[in-house]
């Protein structure tokens, strides 16, 4: 039995007509036996797509994060570097991306022309 013999194209007309009834009466039997969709009402606003929507709604309300992000308690030098876009969009737009990648880019060429010997603190990016 080959492989085109268990799909619809192995079928002749009159098996295709027969399943065709068989699967119309069986949705038939199905609607009438389960109840129909009722429209639930919606409050003003909509719903999130989402739990995780729901989560993050408002996050970006950053009025108490310090400037720094909290980054200076783990590294004194770090540097601030301001980023369009947020945690989720810093990474989606790639202007975003090519924004970062350049200040990567210049920090790193700083330090390499400072002679420093140990890895540069990258900047952290200040997501707006």
């Not at 399943?19 to 069986?26: A, P």
């Not at 739990?51 to 540097?79: C, K, M, N, Y």
């Amino acid at each position: 039995m080959s492989v085109e013999d268990l799909t619809l194209a192995g079928l002749t007309p009159e098996q295709r007509a027969l399943l065709m009834l068989r699967m119309r009466q069986k949705a038939a039997s199905r609607a009438s036996r389960e109840p129909a969709l009722q429209p639930v009402p919606r409050p003003a606003g909509g719903l999130p797509l989402s739990f995780a929507q729901q989560r993050l709604a408002g996050w970006e309300d950053t009025a108490a994060v310090p400037i720094d992000h909290g980054w200076s308690t783990l590294a004194a030098e770090t540097e601030v570097v301001p980023i369009p876009g947020n945690h989720v969009t810093l990474i989606r737009d790639p202007e975003n991306v090519r924004m970062l990648a350049t200040k990567i880019d210049a920090a790193l060429r700083t330090a390499s022309a400072a002679g420093n010997r140990t890895p540069p603190t990258a900047p952290a990016a200040a997501t707006a």
